[in-house]
């Protein structure tokens, strides 16, 4: 079977393709980062000092595990699994959050990892992520502790509320991909199939799903579903209207994360993650333009599937 598979189809399976972020020629570092728009809080930081934490007051909650760049010497690297950091994911995210800030008057929730991948992988098993070193123990609990309080502070204000999971990928097609824990072959059930709640119960948006008035094949590939807003303002992302996955096409389909924090197991938020490329994050300028076009798409998003809209009590 191998055989018949491009070569780089077999590499990106064997790097675990399906679950996580592929390696990438890329750049690695993070260029400084623009000015916000607003003033922005001072973040709060964890006791190992490797994660912060930016507090909010919107039902959105934004984390960024893969593009930390410190390697302190007392924690060993990694020597399984990926370790290839996510350029320009945190600058992107920051971006998301002032152009969310911006538009709706109120903050998101953003934890950051600023410990690098080859430490620790904030977005796999705790085993595989840190190798059962004491320090990286610590550092991926204080992550996902962060991540946890920030949903409970959202679910303290608002019924329901989304979990953002924000990663960079470097695959040849140049699209955004929105992860939901569905298979790719569930991508390709039809509406009826997508329709039925096993295949709803299986996604990291099953509350969601079970809360909106469209169906969940709408609310996956569909005009208003997360993919097609953003199809409409500009941004190509899979799945939606416009992109399918055909056969052998690369598509990273969520990890951890949005398992341990979407709402596929448990009462908590409803949990997506996004793979971005290159081209919608490499600079400053594409950064901006991503992150308006996702708060423009949630705008939609929340008013048309949660019932819930974003903006400010005064109607801002
Ligand atoms: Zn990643």
């Known amino acids: 079977m191998l055989a018949d598979m491009p070569r780089w189809v077999c590499i990106l399976l064997a790097c675990g393709a399906l679950s996580g972020c592929a390696p990438t020629a890329q750049p690695t570092t993070s260029p400084a980062q623009p000015a916000a728009t607003a003033p922005t809080p001072a ?3 964890s006791a190992s000092g490797y994660i912060r934490y930016w507090p909010g007051e919107l039902p959105i909650v934004l984390s960024v ?3 930390g760049g410190l390697e302190p ?3 060993p690297d990694r020597t399984e699994g990926v370790t290839v950091r996510d350029s320009y994911a945190r600058a992107l995210a920051e971006a998301i959050r002032d152009a969310l800030t911006k538009k709706f008057g109120r903050a998101p929730h953003l934890i950051v990892c600023e410990l690098s991948r080859k430490k620790v992988d904030g977005n796999r098993e705790l085993a595989g992520a840190t190798q059962g070193h004491p320090r990286a123990v610590q550092v991926w609990q204080e992550y996902h502790a962060f991540i946890d309080e920030a949903e409970q502070a959202v ?3 608002s019924a329901h509320g989304l979990y953002l999971d924000i990663h960079s990928h470097g695959h040849p097609i140049k699209r955004m ?3 939901y ?3 790719p072959a569930d991508l390709n059930l039809s509406d009826a199939a997508l329709n039925t709640n096993a295949v709803r119960d299986r996604s990291s948006i099953r509350a969601l799903g079970g809360l909106t008035a469209s169906g969940f094949a709408e609310l996956v590939r569909g005009p208003t579903s997360l993919g097609g807003l953003l199809e409409a303002r500009g941004l190509a992302a899979l799945p939606s209207p416009k992109q ?3 056969p052998g096409d690369p598509y990273f389909n969520g990890a951890y994360d949005i398992a341990a924090h979407g709402s596929r197991d448990r009462a908590q938020l409803d949990g997506i993650q996004l793979e971005v490329p290159l081209q919608m994050r490499g600079t400053a300028a594409q950064r901006a333009a991503t992150a308006q076009a996702l708060a423009d798409a949630l705008e939609v998003y929340f008013a048309k599937h949660y019932g819930q809209p974003l903006a400010t009590p005064a109607g801002r």
Do not use: C, M, N, V
């Open 73 to 75: 010497t007392d924690i």
């Open 65 to 67: 595990p893969h593009d």
């Open 155 to 157: 679910r303290a204000r």
């Open 181 to 183: 824990l569905l298979k």
């Open 43 to 45: 973040p709060r930081q």
């Open 177 to 179: 991909e929105i992860g």
């Open 244 to 246: 399918s996955l055909a």
